[in-house]
């Protein structure tokens, strides 16, 4: 009898990040050109609520097309599910159980915990 493993709850946030090298040239250009209403600045990274998703423009030196955000309820859980997988983890954010991971196709996806 084969025993098969729970697969963790990924679902999505309604957020994405992109990364910019100018977060001043974002901020005139999302917020200016498009009037996406700034919900937060701190020093390397924008929040816009664009209307049904909030954007986050993170300051980096190279740029990053959209990256969706799934959400999960155990972030431990996810990862080693993640992994197991074959999924390669790009990036784990200090502080915060988030992380980007790269899909079988090299695309960038992040995953945030976030309890009910």
């Known amino acids: 009898m084969s025993k098969t493993k729970k697969i963790p709850k990924f679902r999505t946030d309604g957020e994405f990040a992109i ?7 974002a901020e005139k250009f999302y917020g200016g050109v498009l009037g996406f209403k700034l919900v ?3 020093r390397a990274q924008l929040v816009f609520d664009t209307g049904i998703v909030k954007l986050y423009v993170n300051k980096d030196d190279r740029i990053t097309p959209f990256i969706p955000a799934l959400a999960v309820p155990r972030y431990d859980e996810a990862k080693a599910h993640l992994i197991e997988n074959g999924c390669s983890i790009l990036k784990e954010f200090e502080g915060g159980k988030a992380l980007y991971f790269a899909d079988p196709f090299g695309i960038t996806i992040d995953i945030v915990e976030k309890k009910k």
């Open 19 to 25: 990364h910019v090298p100018d977060l001043s040239k």
């Open 40 to 42: 937060s600045r701190e």
